[in-house]
């Protein structure tokens, strides 16, 4: 089974994340971010490492979701390959490789944003993690 799935919503994307860890729950909800934006980059560009703070872990969250959003939608890029090294209360570390689309190379699917709503970050009873985001599409 993969560590990501779609939910069905009427009007936007929700994705669901599992894994034993918090970070791979937010790796597998990254995986599914990107496969819904288009085919994976076979050519991804040199690691780069990205730092993103909040308030809370919620805040870190969904600000990381929405780093790679703005990195897809406003620099025009592809990411590839995201490595969560460190989830912290505050703070999501990552490396991802990316590089820039081409130009006229359309997404798959136009997604503006994670949301805070419907957001769920929990330890599930046999120990491994969920992460489910809404996206706003």
Same mark, same amino acid.
């Given at each position: 089974?993969?560590?990501?799935?779609?939910?069905? +919503?009427?009007?936007?994307?929700?994705?669901?994340?599992?894994?034993?860890?918090?970070?791979?729950?937010?790796?597998?909800?990254?995986?599914? !971010?990107?496969? $819904?934006?288009?085919?994976?980059?076979? +050519?991804?560009?040199?690691?780069? /490492?990205?730092?993103?703070?909040? !308030?809370?872990?919620?805040?870190?969250?969904?600000?990381?979701?929405?780093?790679?959003?703005?990195?897809?939608?406003?620099? $025009?890029?592809? !990411?590839?390959?995201?490595?969560?090294?460190?989830? *912290? /209360?505050?703070?999501? =570390?990552?490396?991802?490789?990316?590089? =820039?689309?081409?130009?006229?190379?359309?997404?798959?699917?136009?997604?503006?944003? *994670?949301?805070? +709503?419907?957001?769920?970050?929990?330890?599930?009873?046999?120990?491994?993690?969920?992460?489910?985001? !809404?996206?706003?599409?």
């Amino acid at each position: 089974m993969a560590p990501w799935r779609l939910l069905d +919503h009427p009007a936007d994307l929700a994705v669901e994340g599992r894994g034993d860890t918090p970070a791979a729950a937010l790796a597998a909800v990254m995986e599914g !971010l990107l496969a $819904q934006l288009g085919p994976g980059d076979p +050519h991804p560009g040199p690691p780069e /490492d990205l730092t993103v703070e909040g !308030l809370d872990r919620q805040e870190a969250l969904v600000s990381t979701l929405n780093e790679l959003l703005y990195r897809v939608n406003v620099q $025009q890029r592809w !990411l590839a390959c995201p490595q969560v090294l460190e989830l *912290a /209360d505050t703070r999501v =570390r990552l490396r991802i490789r990316s590089r =820039r689309r081409p130009a006229g190379q359309a997404l798959d699917t136009e997604i503006k944003a *994670a949301t805070y +709503h419907d957001l769920q970050f929990a330890a599930n009873p046999d120990g491994s993690w969920r992460l489910r985001v !809404l996206f706003d599409v």
